[in-house]
């Protein structure tokens, strides 16, 4: 697995009509995608999730196999709580013993349950980032947040750290990804090994990782500085956001998705 194989905080040049969407409708759509996955309880219900994300991806043009490389940096987080949730589970019918440890069909049903919906989740939050420009999602973060500016909370200032994490998570990787060649050149292995030395040999990584990391955050404030950044008081924009009719119809399908996972939780329709 390659860090740059992390997807989340990327974005894939595209001009499909998912990429021309306001970014305020793409994150509360996201939004509402993500909030939704906790809300279904079977994997007929499940099923609707995917075929939504799935024309989604279609119509946003952006290859499945580039998207699907967001898996392997959590591949090992996924397994792991699957094994949790399938040895921890001790109602429903027991299928094998293992010593204490009882697997039973309950067990089967929430590992794969679990699985299904960490997948999910990485796919629809991938999804925002790929089509939404940093700019755009910061703009977009602000607009949202703006109402809370009322009572003092700071919405410019959490919109701005909120996307320039998102937009450094590439950058974090390349810089990642240098030193470990380096590292590999003076004849360190991270990738043979028991699950302990793998972890020792990464300890030389992370010095030099924090100093890049304060070293492009200094550089970042030392560049806001010199454009006299001084936060969202008196900002001007290039472009305005405003809604169009793509936003209205994908609010509208966006209403009607909602509306089939929450009656399919309470009758159980799929």
């Avoid at 499909?16 to 079977?42: E, G, M, N, P, Q």
């Avoid at 399938?86 to 929430?110: D, N």
């Avoid at 980032?129 to 919405?155: W, Y």
């Avoid at 990738?191 to 990391?213: I, T």
């Amino acid at each position: 697995m390659a860090v740059r194989d992390i997807t989340l905080g990327q974005y894939y040049p595209g001009d499909s009509a998912i990429h021309r969407l306001d970014a305020r409708t793409k994150i509360i759509c996201a939004l509402v995608y993500l909030v939704s996955l906790f809300v279904v309880r079977s994997f007929s219900a499940f099923a609707l999730c995917i075929v939504f994300l799935a024309v989604v991806i279609i119509i946003s043009k952006i290859p499945f196999k580039f998207i699907s490389k967001g898996l392997k940096p959590i591949i090992f987080l996924i397994i792991l709580t699957m094994i949790i949730n399938l040895l921890f589970t001790s109602t429903g019918t027991v299928i094998a013993t293992l010593g204490p440890v009882k697997i039973t069909t309950e067990g089967i049903y929430r590992a794969a349950f679990m699985g299904l919906r960490l997948v999910l989740l990485i796919f629809g939050s991938s999804l925002l980032t790929l089509t939404t420009k940093p700019i755009e999602l910061t703009d977009g973060l602000e607009k949202l947040l703006s109402p809370l500016a009322k009572i003092g909370l700071p919405a410019h200032e959490l919109a701005m750290m909120m996307t320039i994490a998102l937009r450094f998570i590439p950058t974090l990787l390349d810089e990642t990804d240098k030193i470990m060649k380096a590292q590999t050149a003076r004849g360190a292995d991270f990738e043979n090994g028991s699950l302990k030395e793998k972890a020792r040999a990464l300890v030389p990584l992370l010095g030099p990782l924090f100093v890049s990391a304060f070293r492009i955050a200094g550089d970042l404030a030392m560049a806001m500085e010199a454009r006299c950044y001084h936060g969202g008081s008196g900002r001007t924009r290039m472009h305005q956001m405003k809604f169009g009719k793509g936003d209205a119809l994908a609010f509208a399908v966006m209403a009607v998705y909602l509306a089939l996972v929450i009656v399919s939780r309470q009758f159980d329709l799929f």
